[in-house]
């Protein structure tokens, strides 16, 4: 059994900052890719950033220059670090990870209960 547990959502005013960390607990032999989604009312969830167990990222075209995803292998826990923020960015933010829970198990799915991001005008 695999858990993800987010922290850091709240409320911001827009061009403020705001850091979401993403813990992964476990059962864990090792956590490969992890990833930020987003889903805003009424809306498909989306992908917002995503990085590879050796560091290597991906944005959304959205977030660009104003996000930055990064993580600390050692403790297993992912970050998004969101600058600039705007009231588009309003949404449920939801950690994803692919992780084996041991050295011969293939890797599998694993998503976050999410965290509220409000921004205000």
């Known amino acids: 059994q695999v858990q993800l547990v987010e922290s850091g959502g709240g409320l911001v005013q827009a061009g403020g900052s705001l850091r979401l960390s993403c813990a992964a607990s476990?059962?864990?032999?090792?956590?490969?890719?992890m990833a930020w989604y987003r889903q805003a009312p009424g809306e498909q969830r989306g992908l917002v950033a995503s990085i590879t167990s050796g560091g290597f990222t991906n944005y959304a075209d959205s977030v660009k220059g104003r996000f930055t995803i990064s993580r600390d292998n050692a403790k297993n826990t992912v970050f998004l670090q969101m600058n600039s923020v705007k009231p588009e960015d309003t949404a449920v933010y939801y950690c994803h990870a692919l992780v084996q829970s041991g050295r011969w198990a293939p890797q599998r799915d694993y998503w976050g209960q999410g965290t509220q991001v409000t921004v205000s005008s």
């Open positions: 476990g059962s864990i032999f090792s956590v490969n890719a």
